[in-house]
């Protein structure tokens, strides 16, 4: 994978959320976890595919690479994709480097950024103006980052990432479409469910 100095974000095409989630969610066959950043994020993984290896996050902007760093370091043989928002992201962009730094080879994130903090009104934000998030990964230290040209740019991406030798950011230009349908609210449940897909609990 190359790094953002071959291509800027300015240069991708503008894609959608929940298209590029279901793609994501058609590849995986191994019982690989997926962790959702809240609001669309969310949404959208819910939407394209129900599974017991999905997270949701509820209410905490910017904690989905965080989560999914621990999952990765605590299940090391699972392959772990973790999607979160440009706003959130700029909320916690201290994680990039923590990641870089423990450097999980099984850690693949996917920053979707519509240059908005949509669900709170689409207020810009500096990823729309100023900050290229895939430089800011870089400079943190992770080199196998990039800007997904298209759709089948982003799938060999996702392909490419299952078999690196360390941990994986790939950023893509989205749409301001909503998501599609509603995470069920039910924090408990998704805890419970989410630890049942990965093996450390029994279903309730």
Same mark, same amino acid.
């Given at each position: 994978?190359?790094?953002?100095?071959?291509?800027?974000?300015?240069?991708?095409?503008?894609?959608?959320?929940?298209?590029?989630?279901?793609?994501?969610?058609?590849?995986?066959?191994?019982?690989?976890?997926?962790?959702?950043?809240?609001?669309?994020?969310?949404? !959208?993984?819910?939407?394209?595919?129900?599974?017991?290896?999905?997270?949701?996050?509820?209410?905490?902007?910017?904690?989905?690479?965080?989560?999914?760093?621990?999952?990765?370091?605590?299940?090391?043989?699972?392959?772990?994709?973790?999607?979160?928002?440009?706003?959130?992201?700029?909320?916690?962009?201290?994680?990039?480097?923590?990641?870089?730094?423990?450097?999980?080879?099984?850690?693949?994130?996917? #920053?979707? !950024?519509?240059?908005?903090?949509?669900?709170?009104?689409?207020?810009?934000?500096?990823?729309?103006?100023?900050?290229?998030?895939?430089?800011?990964?870089?400079?943190?230290?992770?080199?196998?980052?990039?800007?997904?040209?298209?759709?089948?740019?982003?799938?060999?991406?996702?392909?490419?990432?299952?078999?690196?030798?360390?941990?994986?950011?790939?950023? #893509?230009?989205?749409? !301001?479409?909503?998501?599609?349908?509603?995470?069920?609210? !039910?924090? #408990?449940?998704?805890?419970?469910?989410?630890?049942?897909?990965?093996? #450390?609990?029994?279903?309730?």
């Amino acid at each position: 994978m190359n790094t953002a100095t071959s291509l800027s974000a300015r240069n991708t095409k503008v894609m959608n959320r929940f298209d590029l989630t279901s793609r994501l969610i058609r590849k995986l066959e191994h019982e690989e976890a997926v962790i959702g950043g809240i609001g669309n994020t969310n949404f !959208d993984l819910w939407a394209a595919g129900h599974r017991p290896q999905n997270f949701y996050m509820l209410g905490s902007m910017g904690l989905a690479f965080p989560i999914a760093l621990g999952v990765a370091l605590a299940q090391p043989k699972r392959r772990i994709f973790a999607l979160e928002g440009d706003g959130s992201l700029l909320m916690q962009l201290g994680s990039l480097s923590t990641i870089a730094t423990l450097a999980p080879k099984n850690l693949t994130m996917v #920053v979707m !950024d519509n240059g908005v903090y949509q669900i709170t009104g689409a207020q810009p934000t500096p990823a729309a103006a100023v900050a290229d998030i895939v430089a800011i990964a870089v400079a943190c230290g992770l080199v196998n980052s990039a800007w997904a040209a298209d759709e089948e740019d982003f799938e060999r991406l996702i392909d490419q990432s299952m078999s690196a030798t360390g941990p994986t950011l790939i950023g #893509v230009r989205i749409d !301001d479409k909503p998501g599609v349908g509603t995470t069920r609210r !039910d924090p #408990v449940q998704i805890r419970e469910r989410f630890m049942h897909g990965m093996g #450390v609990r029994e279903p309730l």
